[in-house]
T-cell receptor, first 109, second 113 residues
Framework: QKEVEQDPGPLSVPEGAIVSLNCTYS??????FMWYRQYSRKGPELLMY????GNKEDGRFTAQVDKSSKYISLFIRDSQPSDSATYLC?????????FGAGTILRVKS | KAGVTQTPRYLIKTRGQQVTLSCSPI?????VSWYQQTPGQGLQFLFE???????NKGNFPGRFSGRQFSNSRSEMNVSTLELGDSALYLC????????????FGPGTRLLVL
C-alpha cells in the first residue's frame, strides 16, 4: 500500500464549477500536508501547505485536512481553464515528503 | 530570486550508456532532493543532499547516484541505463528549517532507447 493514495483521474469539469481533489494517507507520523500544481512540461509548483487539521484558504483554493481519518482535500472554487493541470498531494515529516500519484484536472470553457 | 534550474532539459540516450544531470538550487538553499516522475509510478524520491552529504535515500538501485558540491549545486548520475529509466527527473531545493517546503525545477526529460 502506498503511503499517500490519490485518484489519478482525469477529472473533467465545466468552467465555474467547484472542484474537489482528494487524497488519503496511511502514516500517522505525517505532520505536514501540501498541494502542488504541475502544468504540462513543467516542474511541480507549491500551491498550499498546512500543518494542522482544518481548513486553510488562499483565494479560490481551500486545503482541508482531517487527521482523524487521514484525509486531505483541495477545493477549487470558480474553476478556470487555466486551472487545468495535474494536482499532486504530498505529506511528510521532517525532511521526508511522500507524493500522491497526482490527479489530472481539465476545466472546459 | 532565481528559481531552481536544471540542465539539460531534454536528453536521449541508449541502453547501457550513463548520464549526468545537473541542478542549481535557489540561492541560499542547501538541501537538494531528486525525484523520478513517470506516468505509472508518479513522483518517487531518489535522494536528498544537504551540505555535500547524502541525508536520505529512496528505494532505487545503486545505478542511481548523486553528489552535491560546496556551492550546493547537485548532480545525479545514472549508469548502465535501462529502458525503464525513461522519465522526468526533477530536482527540488529547500531552505534551512523549512525542508518540507520544496521548490522544484522544470526537470530533465530523459528518453532511453
Amino acid at each position: 500500500q502506498k503511503e499517500v493514495e490519490q485518484d489519478p483521474g482525469p477529472l473533467s469539469v465545466p468552467e465555474g464549477a467547484i472542484v474537489s481533489l482528494n487524497c488519503t494517507y496511511s502514516n500517522s507520523a505525517f505532520q505536514y500536508f501540501m498541494w502542488y500544481r504541475q502544468y504540462s512540461r513543467k516542474g511541480p509548483e507549491l500551491l498550499m501547505y498546512t500543518y494542522s487539521s482544518g481548513n486553510k484558504e488562499d483565494g479560490r483554493f481551500t486545503a482541508q485536512v482531517d487527521k482523524s481519518s487521514k484525509y486531505i482535500s483541495l477545493f477549487i472554487r470558480d474553476s478556470q481553464p487555466s486551472d487545468s493541470a495535474t494536482y499532486l498531494c504530498a505529506s511528510g515529516y521532517g525532511n521526508k515528503l511522500v507524493f500522491g500519484a497526482g490527479t489530472i484536472l481539465r476545466v472546459k470553457s | 530570486k532565481a528559481g531552481v534550474t536544471q540542465t539539460p532539459r531534454y536528453l536521449i540516450k541508449t541502453r547501457g550508456q550513463q548520464v549526468t544531470l545537473s541542478c542549481s538550487p535557489i540561492s541560499g538553499h542547501r538541501s537538494v532532493s531528486w525525484y523520478q516522475q513517470t506516468p505509472g509510478q508518479g513522483l518517487q524520491f531518489l535522494f536528498e543532499y544537504f551540505s555535500e552529504t547524502q541525508r536520505n535515500k529512496g528505494n532505487f538501485p545503486g545505478r542511481f547516484s548523486g553528489r552535491q558540491f560546496s556551492n550546493s549545486r547537485s548532480e545525479m548520475n545514472v549508469s548502465t541505463l535501462e529502458l525503464g529509466d525513461s522519465a522526468l527527473y526533477l530536482c527540488a531545493s529547500s531552505g534551512l528549517g523549512t525542508e518540507e517546503t520544496q521548490y522544484f525545477g522544470p526537470g530533465t526529460r530523459l528518453l532511453v532507447l
